[in-house]
């Protein structure tokens, strides 16, 4: 089992739908969460970080947390032809000092006009 | 905005060849790590660093090397660069969040 799984997709959405992404992780002691988008050919940029059971929004994106559930995903609202790129998941995994992120392989995302 | 930079963007090379990928952040990050992405595919820890004269490998073996002798910058290195090591390298820093470089598109013929 991977440390960090997400389904590779693609993942098709009509424009101004909202496309729902996943994410699932193996450590129960993992404390923050994080959403990087990656267009071909670019290097990964943050979007969210979550660190707290709940739900956390900004702008179109929300970032949902479930610790119990070892689950965290991110929605898009209003889904826009430029949110198509892969969706990378990172989990903080490792004792404090010496954490590093233990990224998923990605979920590739394709919004339809 | 993240402060994260590396040089050269783009490198077609020789085999046999020495090189030497420029990485540079200017947020004072002690974290540091190196990536390596094929086109498509996952990215793939390979270097990392928690501070000046700590370096650690990574996930994937690589035959490259890397230092840290000063905060702000850290270097990877290939003695003799081979067409398997053709690939996209990426820089990463991290305080509390992770930033990642532009990257450096490598291409050894």
């Known amino acids: 089992q991977k440390e960090v799984e997400q389904n590779s997709g693609p993942l098709s959405v009509p424009e101004g739908a909202i496309a729902s992404l996943n994410c699932t992780y193996s450590?129960?002691?993992?404390?923050?969460f994080f959403w990087y988008r990656q267009y071909s050919g670019k290097s990964p940029e943050l979007i969210m970080f979550i660190y707290s059971n709940g739900d956390k929004e900004d702008g179109r994106f929300t970032a949902q947390l479930n610790k119990a559930s070892q689950y965290v995903s991110l929605l898009i609202r209003d889904s826009q032809p430029s949110d198509s790129a892969t969706y990378l998941c990172a989990v903080n995994m490792g004792i404090t000092g010496f954490q590093k992120l233990v990224f998923g392989t990605g979920t590739r995302l394709l919004v339809s006009p | 905005e993240a402060d994260i930079y590396q040089t050269p963007r783009y490198l077609v090379i020789g085999t046999g060849k020495k090189i030497t990928l420029e990485c540079s952040q200017t947020m004072g990050h002690d974290k540091m790590y190196w990536y390596q992405q094929d086109p498509g595919m996952e990215l793939h820890l390979i270097h990392y660093s928690y501070g000046v004269n700590s370096t650690e490998k990574g996930d994937l073996s690589s035959e490259s090397t890397v230092s840290r002798i000063r905060t702000e910058h850290f270097p990877l290195t290939l003695e003799s660069a081979r067409p398997s090591h053709t690939s996209q390298y990426l820089c990463?820093?991290?305080?509390?969040?992770?930033?990642f470089g532009p990257g450096t598109r490598l291409t050894v013929l």
């Open positions: 450590d129960r002691g993992s404390q923050s």
């Open positions: 990463a820093s991290r305080g509390g969040e992770q930033f």
